[in-house]
Protein backbone atom coordinates (compact mmCIF):
# COMPACT_ATOMS: atom_id res chain seq x y z
CA UNK A 1 0.00 0.00 0.00
CA UNK A 2 1.59 3.19 -1.21
CA UNK A 3 -0.41 5.20 0.80
CA UNK A 4 -2.02 7.30 -1.48
CA UNK A 5 -5.73 7.02 -2.45
CA UNK A 6 -7.63 7.32 -5.48
CA UNK A 7 -11.38 7.08 -5.82
CA UNK A 8 -13.32 5.85 -7.47
CA UNK A 9 -11.38 2.46 -9.10
CA UNK A 10 -13.54 2.86 -12.15
CA UNK A 11 -15.70 5.38 -13.75
CA UNK A 12 -17.87 4.80 -16.77
CA UNK A 13 -19.22 7.57 -18.10
CA UNK A 14 -20.92 8.92 -21.43
CA UNK A 15 -19.49 11.74 -23.96
CA UNK A 16 -20.10 15.16 -23.16
CA UNK A 17 -20.58 14.46 -19.39
CA UNK A 18 -18.17 15.49 -16.46
CA UNK A 19 -16.79 13.49 -13.40
CA UNK A 20 -14.29 14.45 -10.83
CA UNK A 21 -11.71 12.14 -10.00
CA UNK A 22 -10.49 12.03 -6.34
CA UNK A 23 -6.69 11.63 -4.68
CA UNK A 24 -5.78 12.04 -0.71
CA UNK A 25 -1.70 11.67 -0.67
CA UNK A 26 0.62 10.10 2.01
CA UNK A 27 0.49 11.66 5.19
CA UNK A 28 2.82 14.72 5.08
CA UNK A 29 3.33 14.92 1.65
CA UNK A 30 2.11 18.07 0.12
CA UNK A 31 2.70 17.66 -3.48
CA UNK A 32 0.30 16.46 -5.41
CA UNK A 33 0.37 15.07 -8.94
CA UNK A 34 -2.08 13.75 -11.79
CA UNK A 35 -0.82 11.43 -14.34
CA UNK A 36 -2.58 10.03 -17.84
CA UNK A 37 -2.05 6.76 -18.69
CA UNK A 38 -3.31 5.87 -22.12
CA UNK A 39 -2.56 3.36 -25.00
CA UNK A 40 -1.09 5.58 -27.49
CA UNK A 41 0.39 8.33 -25.40
CA UNK A 42 2.12 5.97 -22.62
CA UNK A 43 2.14 7.88 -18.53
CA UNK A 44 2.42 11.72 -19.28
CA UNK A 45 2.51 14.37 -16.79
CA UNK A 46 -0.84 16.58 -16.61
CA UNK A 47 -0.56 18.95 -13.50
CA UNK A 48 1.06 19.51 -9.87
CA UNK A 49 0.03 21.02 -6.50
CA UNK A 50 2.32 22.34 -3.93
CA UNK A 51 0.77 22.36 -1.02
CA UNK A 52 -2.51 24.08 -2.39
CA UNK A 53 -0.72 25.98 -4.97
CA UNK A 54 -0.45 25.32 -8.83
CA UNK A 55 3.20 24.49 -9.43
CA UNK A 56 3.45 22.83 -13.19
CA UNK A 57 1.78 21.99 -15.67
CA UNK A 58 2.08 19.47 -18.24
CA UNK A 59 0.45 18.53 -21.40
CA UNK A 60 -3.56 18.96 -19.77
CA UNK A 61 -6.30 19.70 -21.87
CA UNK A 62 -8.50 22.79 -20.96
CA UNK A 63 -11.25 20.90 -20.89
CA UNK A 64 -9.67 19.37 -17.87
CA UNK A 65 -9.04 21.61 -14.69
CA UNK A 66 -7.54 20.63 -10.70
CA UNK A 67 -7.13 21.59 -7.39
CA UNK A 68 -5.80 20.89 -4.31
CA UNK A 69 -8.03 21.71 -0.88
CA UNK A 70 -6.55 23.26 2.57
CA UNK A 71 -6.88 19.17 3.57
CA UNK A 72 -3.99 18.55 1.14
CA UNK A 73 -6.55 16.22 -0.75
CA UNK A 74 -7.18 16.84 -4.75
CA UNK A 75 -9.58 16.60 -7.11
CA UNK A 76 -9.22 16.26 -11.14
CA UNK A 77 -12.25 17.66 -12.91
CA UNK A 78 -12.64 16.09 -16.24
CA UNK A 79 -15.15 17.94 -19.03
CA UNK A 80 -17.08 17.30 -22.28
CA UNK A 81 -15.68 13.72 -22.32
CA UNK A 82 -15.08 12.15 -25.23
CA UNK A 83 -13.74 8.96 -26.43
CA UNK A 84 -10.18 9.79 -26.32
CA UNK A 85 -10.32 10.36 -22.84
CA UNK A 86 -10.30 6.77 -21.89
CA UNK A 87 -7.35 6.35 -20.08
CA UNK A 88 -5.98 5.45 -16.61
CA UNK A 89 -5.84 8.23 -14.27
CA UNK A 90 -2.69 8.13 -11.43
CA UNK A 91 -2.75 10.30 -8.68
CA UNK A 92 1.04 10.74 -6.62
CA UNK A 93 2.38 12.36 -4.07
CA UNK A 94 5.86 13.32 -2.63
CA UNK A 95 7.81 14.71 -0.12
CA UNK A 96 10.73 16.80 -0.22
CA UNK A 97 13.15 14.16 -0.17
CA UNK A 98 12.03 12.78 -4.05
CA UNK A 99 10.38 9.55 -3.12
CA UNK A 100 6.85 9.15 -5.22
CA UNK A 101 4.51 6.96 -4.49
CA UNK A 102 1.14 6.55 -7.01
CA UNK A 103 -2.46 5.63 -5.86
CA UNK A 104 -3.86 2.85 -7.55
CA UNK A 105 -5.71 4.61 -10.39
CA UNK A 106 -8.55 5.36 -11.52
CA UNK A 107 -9.68 3.85 -14.70
CA UNK A 108 -11.91 6.13 -16.68
CA UNK A 109 -14.41 4.71 -19.86
CA UNK A 110 -16.27 7.63 -21.90
CA UNK A 111 -18.74 5.46 -24.17
CA UNK B 1 13.83 18.58 -22.81
CA UNK B 2 14.16 15.41 -20.86
CA UNK B 3 13.54 11.91 -22.61
CA UNK B 4 13.68 8.71 -21.46
CA UNK B 5 14.31 6.03 -23.36
CA UNK B 6 13.19 2.08 -23.07
CA UNK B 7 14.35 0.01 -26.55
CA UNK B 8 13.05 -3.01 -24.93
CA UNK B 9 9.52 -2.87 -25.70
CA UNK B 10 8.98 -6.45 -24.87
CA UNK B 11 11.25 -9.47 -23.28
CA UNK B 12 10.22 -12.73 -22.31
CA UNK B 13 12.14 -15.06 -20.26
CA UNK B 14 12.03 -18.48 -18.55
CA UNK B 15 11.55 -19.11 -14.57
CA UNK B 16 15.01 -18.44 -12.87
CA UNK B 17 16.59 -16.85 -15.85
CA UNK B 18 18.45 -13.63 -15.12
CA UNK B 19 17.08 -10.40 -17.01
CA UNK B 20 18.09 -6.95 -17.77
CA UNK B 21 15.83 -4.07 -18.90
CA UNK B 22 17.77 -0.95 -20.03
CA UNK B 23 17.11 2.38 -19.45
CA UNK B 24 18.67 5.43 -21.14
CA UNK B 25 17.95 9.09 -20.34
CA UNK B 26 18.43 12.71 -22.11
CA UNK B 27 18.96 15.48 -19.54
CA UNK B 28 20.62 19.16 -19.29
CA UNK B 29 20.25 18.97 -15.76
CA UNK B 30 23.28 18.26 -13.65
CA UNK B 31 21.08 17.01 -10.69
CA UNK B 32 18.13 15.01 -11.44
CA UNK B 33 16.22 11.61 -9.88
CA UNK B 34 16.26 8.05 -11.20
CA UNK B 35 13.00 5.57 -10.44
CA UNK B 36 11.96 2.13 -11.82
CA UNK B 37 8.21 1.42 -11.38
CA UNK B 38 6.46 -1.76 -11.87
CA UNK B 39 3.05 -2.08 -12.93
CA UNK B 40 1.70 -5.42 -12.18
CA UNK B 41 -1.30 -6.63 -14.35
CA UNK B 42 -3.91 -5.41 -11.38
CA UNK B 43 -2.81 -1.24 -12.82
CA UNK B 44 -0.75 -0.29 -10.18
CA UNK B 45 2.57 1.68 -10.25
CA UNK B 46 4.46 0.38 -7.69
CA UNK B 47 7.31 2.18 -6.34
CA UNK B 48 10.88 0.32 -6.63
CA UNK B 49 13.70 2.49 -6.56
CA UNK B 50 14.92 6.26 -6.47
CA UNK B 51 18.25 6.86 -7.30
CA UNK B 52 20.03 10.79 -6.74
CA UNK B 53 22.23 11.86 -10.16
CA UNK B 54 24.99 12.58 -8.22
CA UNK B 55 25.00 8.95 -6.14
CA UNK B 56 26.05 6.37 -8.85
CA UNK B 57 26.99 3.25 -6.55
CA UNK B 58 25.05 0.24 -7.56
CA UNK B 59 22.14 -0.70 -5.58
CA UNK B 60 21.12 -4.42 -4.73
CA UNK B 61 17.77 -5.34 -2.80
CA UNK B 62 17.13 -9.22 -2.97
CA UNK B 63 16.70 -10.41 -6.14
CA UNK B 64 16.60 -6.85 -7.63
CA UNK B 65 19.70 -5.41 -8.81
CA UNK B 66 20.61 -1.40 -10.76
CA UNK B 67 23.04 -0.23 -12.32
CA UNK B 68 23.64 3.50 -12.64
CA UNK B 69 26.36 4.84 -15.34
CA UNK B 70 26.21 8.97 -15.49
CA UNK B 71 28.88 8.46 -18.69
CA UNK B 72 26.44 6.67 -20.77
CA UNK B 73 23.53 8.13 -18.94
CA UNK B 74 21.78 4.76 -18.46
CA UNK B 75 20.10 3.26 -15.60
CA UNK B 76 19.73 -0.56 -15.95
CA UNK B 77 17.45 -2.67 -13.64
CA UNK B 78 18.62 -6.38 -13.14
CA UNK B 79 16.24 -9.32 -11.98
CA UNK B 80 18.19 -12.37 -10.57
CA UNK B 81 16.54 -15.64 -10.80
CA UNK B 82 13.10 -14.14 -12.55
CA UNK B 83 9.77 -15.91 -10.92
CA UNK B 84 6.45 -15.75 -12.53
CA UNK B 85 5.53 -12.99 -10.12
CA UNK B 86 7.85 -10.39 -11.60
CA UNK B 87 5.48 -10.48 -14.95
CA UNK B 88 4.78 -6.73 -15.74
CA UNK B 89 5.35 -3.60 -17.14
CA UNK B 90 8.30 -1.93 -15.83
CA UNK B 91 8.98 1.57 -16.44
CA UNK B 92 11.95 3.87 -15.90
CA UNK B 93 11.16 8.02 -15.32
CA UNK B 94 13.18 10.63 -14.62
CA UNK B 95 12.51 13.95 -12.75
CA UNK B 96 13.16 17.40 -12.77
CA UNK B 97 15.80 18.81 -10.07
CA UNK B 98 13.67 19.10 -6.28
CA UNK B 99 14.65 22.95 -5.87
CA UNK B 100 11.18 24.54 -6.46
CA UNK B 101 9.68 21.55 -4.39
CA UNK B 102 8.53 19.76 -7.80
CA UNK B 103 8.53 15.77 -8.79
CA UNK B 104 7.82 15.82 -12.00
CA UNK B 105 8.39 12.35 -14.11
CA UNK B 106 9.00 11.78 -17.30
CA UNK B 107 8.02 8.16 -17.83
CA UNK B 108 9.89 5.90 -20.80
CA UNK B 109 7.65 3.80 -22.91
CA UNK B 110 7.91 0.77 -20.41
CA UNK B 111 9.37 -2.72 -21.08
CA UNK B 112 7.01 -5.52 -20.86
CA UNK B 113 8.22 -8.98 -19.04
CA UNK B 114 6.60 -12.25 -19.57
CA UNK B 115 8.34 -14.69 -17.23
CA UNK B 116 7.12 -18.10 -17.83
CA UNK B 117 7.00 -21.20 -15.72
Known amino acids: DSGVTQTPKHLITATGQRVTLRCSPR?????VYWYQQSLDQGLQFLIQ???????AKGNILERFSAQQFPDLHSELNLSSLELGDSALYFCASSSLQGDAFFGQGTRLTVV | AQKVTQAQTEISVVEKEDVTLDCVYETRDTTYYLFWYKQPPSGELVFLIR??????QNEISGRYSWNFQKSTSSFNFTITASQVVDSAVYFCALSEPIYNAGNMLTFGGGTRLMVKP
Open chain 1, 27 to 31: SGDLS
Open chain 2, 51 to 56: RNSFDE
Open chain 1, 49 to 55: YYNGEER
